[in-house]
């Protein structure tokens, strides 16, 4: 469920007394990322070799709530030591697949265009017809880059090539679901494990006055949906369905999950919950700030979620409350057990138009596996060291220049550039107490020994390519019609009736499950 991902979107203020954990993985991390200084490139000289500086445009993702200035000190500072004169496009998430879209489709891109989704049918058949340099013979002579585990690099392939260097995330922790624990706690109710739990305490988050402000204005359930799915309120599907993304395997063959029983079950469950009002009545329109908003606004109980912003949450919550914890579940049973979803490590990547000279493709790569490295990493996710923080006890801990110079804000962006491989990135946000880091890293380790992957990634039907994005925005319609009640439930069986006996649907079927033999030969 990496759709919903890290959104860490909004400004927060440092708390001095705060420790930072400092992730031991920058130094020991999983794949070996660790094992190298990082700040040399093929050849053995580093990318701040005396010369002029290289020029390097990039397209990048703005998650944060304010771009970061040309003039900004880390960003000079990055520059400075990569030797680079860069010119960054920041572009807020709430718009960036749209203009992502026309800029690959004007052709006029950046030298490091980021694309959020590697299998979008418009990044494969560019990246199929050559519009991006093929990275997969470069790789192993950036020491960074090629450390990242080998997941990584297979799972951002395209017809077994690597045309883009991925946008590495750790593989537990994108998945997840949020819950007031302070709230469970004022109620009296158990953290929830199964549907039914988190239900009743959705349903009391919702009647039983929580925040004990007197008036009938929390929801037990916020979030918001994609054009094409369900957004965050998939892992509702998940739970219920016992897999991650739109393919089960059964019996060796990949059968689409909306032939599951538990595809009609997650409906009914999200179609109570509106019929009863404990689901926010206007989550079909929300946007993902909106949804994420109002459950910092201490507004509602129970929201979809990656694990890391989790002390973005308590620390936006605890200016209003002081009590309040947003707590990730480690796991939700459904019909087929426990289940937690399991990430492909890759959240996007930055691909290098074919308009690029070897040469200057060469020196961005030397650039980005810089970026890679222990030592910009740290400034990206930190600051300035004896500026921005200071290391207390083995802990980083935020100084007042920091919240002047709105580090969290300014990182969150950075780190969308720059960013090492961590096993336990997800535990950790700008800010977070140690015990809550902890906590974090304790789900991550429990979760790995049952979390499911989406067994599809890298599976490329050309079917579904040109016809599958209309297709699931269709699916996703039926979806949410049934949910309010524009359609009967019955409505969703013959829409799936008619999917099993469409010959375009039967013939993504038959190419993704050939897509999964070769793939697995």
Known sequence: MKRYHSNMHQKIAFTCA???????LLTACSGGAGSTGGDTKAGGATNADTGKPTEISIFANQQGAQAVDSSNELLKEIEKKTNTKLSITWVPFNSIKEKTKVALASGDLSDLTFVDNVYDSQVVQMATSGAFWDLTPYIKDYPNLNALPKEIWDNAKIDGKNFG????????????????????????????????????????????????????DTFGLTGNVDADGMGAYGWVENVFVGASGKWKLKDGQLVPVIYEPGQKQALEWLKKAYDEKVLVPDFAVMKSTQAREQYMANKAGIFGSAL???????????KIDPQADSYPLT??????????????????????????????????????DQGNSEEISTMTQFGLADKHYTIKDGFKVATEQAKIDNIPDVTNNLLQIFQRYDKYQRAYYNGIPKEFYERNKKIVDDRSSFSKPDI??????????????DLYKKIQDMKIKVILG???????DD???????????????????????????
């Open 18 to 24: 705060a420790a930072l954990v400092l992730p031991a």
């Open 165 to 216: 260097v991925p946008r590495p995330r750790p593989l537990e922790g994108g998945w997840g679901v949020h819950v007031r624990k302070d709230w469970l706690d004022k109620l009296g109710l158990k953290v929830p494990e199964t549907m039914d739990d988190i239900y009743a305490a959705a349903k009391a988050f919702t009647e039983k006055d929580p925040d004990g402000n007197g008036k009938a």
């Open 308 to 318: 890391n912003p989790q002390w973005l949450y308590t620390d936006a919550l605890r």
């Open 331 to 368: 796991y939700v049973t459904g019909p087929e057990g426990k289940f937690a979803g399991k990430d492909s490590g890759v959240f996007g990547m930055f691909v290098i138009p074919k308009t690029v000279s070897e040469a200057k493709l060469k020196k961005i790569l030397a650039f980005v």
């Open 456 to 469: 599809s990634t890298g599976l490329i039907s050309q079917t579904a390519l040109t016809l599958g994005p």
């Open 486 to 492: 524009k359609e009967p439930m019955s409505a969703w």
């Open 495 to 521: 829409y799936v009736a008619k999917l099993k006996t469409d010959p375009q649907f039967v013939k993504i079927i038959q190419e993704t499950n050939e897509a999964y033999k070769n793939k697995n030969k």
